[in-house]
């Protein structure tokens, strides 16, 4: 079977012994700050990022489960006792995904032109009027899930039994950027047993060294193609890489992997190696898309005609989308975010990707005060639209 012509693929398990972390370089810090120097000293920034990441990420969370682990498996449901798969063979992918980009990577010369000129760098003394609510994790009852967002593209998705994580980022700071303008809407200690990890791609601001060294090893995640050996050489034994249109199950729950308008680096000499995408999270009882990072365009479409039945509720990045030249190709603004959940065929939208880095040039809440006009603009229920402040929870029924 072919990776791509069928949508259903086997989950893959570690089966040799972890690999040793390679050098890594921290090129997005410096050209984010100072374009000019960056390039002087780029020889020098994997062994300082290795440093940091390693001194950041030392804490651990304990191995002992507070219930049993929900069984891992692919897709579809095996005819067998549940338990976890059995080892099986290492994916092949290409040597890249450029033939997946819908526009061309952005270039080094823009990139120094427009972080040179500050245009990503709007003043911040709006931060306070981020609204921020820790009022702790709720627990959902019967066959209800409970959203809570952390801040940025961080989500935990309690639904069908799982505790789930989208792109966990509990950093005070990740690379090329000023510290976080608001807390984690929930404090790590505060989290319970986490059953399963979505990772929508490879960009410090939705895959952050640091957290994810403080997730047991035994913690299930779901990434894109190519991102496995990430995961494995950090020690975590239960890592599910798929392609678009493929999906893989922990406990009742079945993860889709979906397509994006975007892309992916993490160093210099990896652009486009691995994959992009959200995720569709389905319960027997509800659907959750979280798109991840995505410029607007036909393959929200795509997704709302693979569920006919509809999805619940759509988690949408509405901020980091000014200067639009720059921007559009990857990131939606907010009329576009609303639009996109129209196409997907969701029901509810919440929003994500604002208030809490600076990553482009538009004002702090134009973002969440865009969309709800919007949303209003296209006639949607204004009680469907989940603009929830940091660490904010709502409940989905059935």
């Avoid at 972080?115 to 209800?144: N, S």
């Amino acid at each position: 079977m072919s990776q791509t012509s069928h949508p259903e693929a086997a989950a893959t398990e570690l089966t040799g012994p972890v690999e040793e972390p390679p050098r890594r370089s921290g090129w997005s810090a410096r050209f984010a700050t100072r374009p000019a120097r960056a390039l002087r000293q780029l020889g020098r920034a994997p062994k300082r990022m290795a440093v940091a990441e390693a001194a950041a990420g030392s804490a651990t969370l304990p191995e002992a489960p507070t219930r049993p682990e929900p069984p891992v498996r692919p897709e579809p449901r095996p005819a067998r006792p549940p338990g976890r798969p059995a080892p099986a063979p290492r994916r092949s992918w290409p040597g890249g995904f450029r033939d997946r980009l819908t526009s061309p990577v952005p270039t080094f010369q823009e990139l120094l032109a427009i972080m040179w000129h500050g245009r990503l760098r709007p003043g911040v003394g709006d931060a306070d009027r981020i609204p921020v609510h820790r009022d702790g994790l709720p627990r959902p009852t019967g066959t209800d899930a409970v959203l809570t967002w952390v801040g940025h593209a961080t989500y935990v998705v309690q639904i069908g039994g799982l505790t789930i994580l989208t792109d966990p980022v509990w950093a005070r700071k990740i690379p090329g950027t000023r510290p976080r303008l608001t807390p984690p809407g929930v404090a790590w200690a505060d989290l319970p047993r986490i059953d399963a990890v979505v990772i929508s791609h490879n960009h410090y601001d939705h895959l952050d060294a640091p957290t994810v060294r403080r997730l047991p090893r035994s913690t299930p995640v779901l990434v894109p193609a190519g991102l496995r050996s990430w995961f494995t050489r950090r020690g975590f034994r239960h890592v599910i890489e798929l392609d678009w249109w493929e999906s893989g199950w922990v406990g009742g729950v079945r993860f889709d992997f979906v397509p994006a308008h975007h892309w992916s680096r993490r160093t210099v000499w990896d652009t486009c190696r691995t994959l992009w995408g959200g995720w569709v999270i389905a319960s027997d009882d509800q659907t959750i898309y979280f798109a991840g990072d995505t410029g607007y365009g036909e393959r929200f479409a795509q997704i709302g005609a693979r569920y006919p039945g509809g999805i619940d509720l759509a988690l949408m990045p509405v901020g980091a989308f000014e200067p639009r030249w720059f921007m559009q190709a990857v990131h939606v603004d907010p009329a576009q975010a609303v639009r996109a959940c129209q196409d997907v065929g969701a029901r509810r939208m919440a929003t994500m990707h604002w208030g809490t880095f600076v990553l482009s040039g538009e004002p702090l809440l134009a973002p969440v005060e865009e969309a709800r006009a919007a949303w209003a603009e296209a006639g949607r229920d204004r009680a469907d639209l989940w603009d929830l402040a940091v660490g904010e929870s709502r409940v989905l029924t059935t």
